[in-house]
């Protein structure tokens, strides 16, 4: 008879997998490579399955860590799905108003100039109802780095349309697919914003593949590391993540999809880098 | 090639059964187990002993309930010195 509910035991396995799982003898002598950061709250986030906002949240919290700059952080949640970002991320938290974490990061980073500021937003809320205080909060070159999960689509409501859904999308508010002659062009923030004079490194990625995630995490790095040498203007992440509840797929499907269409239109890669044009 | 050993612990109480990892094993080591959790999902387990440590599933986890080990590279130990190449040659063997 299989065990059903393994029990809690104190060896490195944490929970032993019943009989199924293979068990390594030379544990002992392996070095630990990687594991959760600790500046992540270690409870079960509230995430769907397979969402990309998990990933996003781990990865903002080993940059920091590897910086050591966790004691003077200070991140802006949003309104959305990531609204409970604070009971995740072990740094000082702020929750803004629907789309004004700009503002917010602005008005903290010019009281108190020697923390490091960052937004964390999805397209809902940084590319819809806060795309004024975005744009002017990048192109007035506020010292602070917005972080911006883009998923296409209003996951938290119930899969309505988003200004960055795409040409043909079928959600709940356009069951026949998005059409750009009634709904509007998908838009793409990151073009929009890379030829302000206050942007100072603009770049999009992805967290579909273990490759995209450090590439990710290099990202992030490079935009704290810019905001901690006080360097003149705004640095700005894009993150095209997966939603796999709002496109009504599995995780595995929904990653598929981002490689097939999404980054057609979505192009990864760096749009501004510091000294180029 | 030497090959390197490596292990991975999960936290499978706070599994979510995504199957991100299980996909983006290159030595397709994990799957997902046909027991359940305490919220009902699909947990993934290590079932081969072919892990080479690569993180690849700890970076994909949303969760970030992989732990990740490796073993650390042995020294080469030399099996033979071979000395005084061009007068008369010196071999040891150990």
Not at chain 1, 152 to 166: E, F, H, V
């Amino acid at each position: 008879m299989t065990q059903l509910f393994p029990e809690k035991t104190d060896d490195p396995y944490l929970y032993l997998a019943g009989d199924e799982s293979y068990k390594c003898e030379l544990i002992e002598e392996m070095n630990q490579v990687w594991r959760r950061p600790d500046s992540l709250i270690d409870t079960p986030m509230h995430y769907c399955p397979g969402c990309g906002h998990s990933i996003a949240h781990r990865l903002l919290m080993e940059v920091v860590e590897e910086l050591d700059i966790v004691e003077r952080t200070v991140g802006i949640a949003p309104v959305g799905c990531a609204v409970f970002a604070y009971n995740y991320l072990n740094v000082d938290m702020q929750e803004a108003a629907h789309g004004r974490a700009p503002a917010v990061a602005t008005g903290i980073k010019r009281v108190l100039p020697d923390r490091i500021l960052f937004t964390y937003q999805g397209d809902g809320d940084l590319a819809a109802i806060g795309t004024a205080e975005t744009i002017h909060a990048v192109n007035r070159g506020e010292k602070i780095v917005i972080v911006f999960i883009n998923n296409g689509i209003y996951g938290m409501t119930g899969g309505q349309m988003a200004p960055t859904t795409l040409a043909g999308a079928k959600t709940s508010t356009t069951i026949f697919g998005r059409d750009p002659s009634v709904h509007g062009h998908p838009l793409r923030i990151a073009e929009m914003i890379a030829p302000l004079p206050g942007a100072y490194y603009v770049t999009r990625q992805a967290v579909n593949t273990a490759n995209h995630v450090r590439k990710t995490k290099k990202a992030l790095l490079k935009a704290f590391q810019y905001q901690i040498d006080n360097v003149d203007g705004t640095c700005f992440v894009e993150i095209v993540s997966n939603c796999p509840s709002g496109w009504k797929m599995t995780p595995l499907e929904s990653n598929e999809l981002l490689e097939d269409e999404i980054f057609q239109f979505y192009k990864l890669g760096d749009l501004k880098l510091p000294g180029k044009e | 090639m030497a090959k390197i050993h490596g292990h991975i612990s999960i936290n499978i109480e706070n599994c979510k059964g995504c199957e991100l990892c299980t996909n983006e094993c290159p030595q397709e080591s994990l799957k997902m187990s046909d027991n359940i959790n305490k919220k009902g999902y699909h947990y993934a387990v290590l079932v081969e002993d072919n892990c080479t440590g690569c993180t690849n599933c700890a970076m994909v986890c949303p969760e970030a309930i992989i732990t990740v080990y490796r073993q650390t590279k042995q020294k080469r130990q030399p099996v033979a010195v071979i000395s005084n190449v061009t007068e008369n040659l010196n071999i040891n063997i150990d």
